[in-house]
């Protein structure tokens, strides 16, 4: 069973500093996606890393993927109260020819001045 | 383009009453799934759908639940004899195709009484 593990679960930050998302599963996948969640609200696609190596960035976040180490990463630069939400890694296994996710359990960002 | 569309968007039920949550897909897209998230955890997959065949149901209780996608009009989670534990919030995704990105409607909420 595909297991997906993010970290930290909870994340209370200054505005201004940096921080890093980690998210870690157990099995070889080269597709994972970014999402972001406002509480009572729907799930919205920050980011789709499609290979090994890939990094894409958007404003103050940057998430990247090392499908060999089986992790990602979502750097935080310069924390505004706006990115205050919970950030779900999901992975997508893809095995039988159709796309099936795997979700973390989240992060919850508390960004404070 | 309207995008993902869920309804009703907060549904409260009696113990032992059924529940109809309905899900229209984007314009295009023929493939949809159902996910659940409970308080506090990352969203579970249900069940993968394409028009009127059932491709995945490992995700989905082997009771009480059921799930459909008409030739016409949208598809359905029905979840019959509800119980506190069924309370929850129950999002569908839909792709053009099964290994495409999902994109995800705003939710059902659940509230078992």
């Known amino acids: 069973e595909l297991k997906v593990e993010q970290n930290p679960l909870f994340l209370s930050m200054q505005e201004g500093k940096n921080y890093t998302i980690y998210c870690n599963y157990s099995?070889?996948?080269?597709?994972l996606y970014w999402y972001r969640q406002d509480p009572g609200k729907s799930l919205e696609s920050l980011f789709v890393?499609?290979?090994?190596?890939a990094v894409k960035q958007e404003g103050r976040l940057m998430a990247s993927l090392d499908t060999k180490a089986r992790l990602s990463t979502l750097h935080i630069t310069a924390a505004v109260h706006d990115l205050s939400a919970t950030y779900f890694c999901?992975?997508?296994?893809?095995?039988?020819?159709?796309?099936?996710?795997?979700f973390g359990k989240g992060t919850m960002l508390l960004v404070s001045p | 383009n309207a995008g993902v569309m869920q309804n009703p968007r907060h549904l409260v039920r009696r113990r032992g009453q059924e529940a109809r949550l309905r899900c229209s897909p984007m314009?295009?897209?023929?493939?949809v799934y159902w996910y659940r998230q409970l308080p506090e955890e990352g969203l579970k997959f249900m069940v993968y759908?394409?028009?009127?065949?059932?491709?995945?149901e490992s995700g989905m209780p082997k009771e009480r639940f059921s799930a459909e996608f008409p030739k016409e009009g949208p598809s359905i989670l029905r979840i019959q004899q509800v119980v506190r534990g069924d309370s929850a919030a129950y999002f569908c995704?839909?792709?053009?195709?099964?290994?495409?990105?999902?994109?995800f409607g705003p939710g059902t909420r659940l509230t078992v009484l």
């Open positions: 999901a992975v997508d296994v893809g095995n039988s020819g159709y796309s099936t996710l795997t």
């Open positions: 314009k295009g897209h023929s493939h």
């Open positions: 759908l394409q028009k009127e065949n059932i491709i995945d």
């Open positions: 890393l499609l290979s090994n190596g």
């Open positions: 995704a839909s792709s053009p195709m099964g290994y495409n990105e999902q994109f």
């Open positions: 099995t070889t996948s080269d597709r």
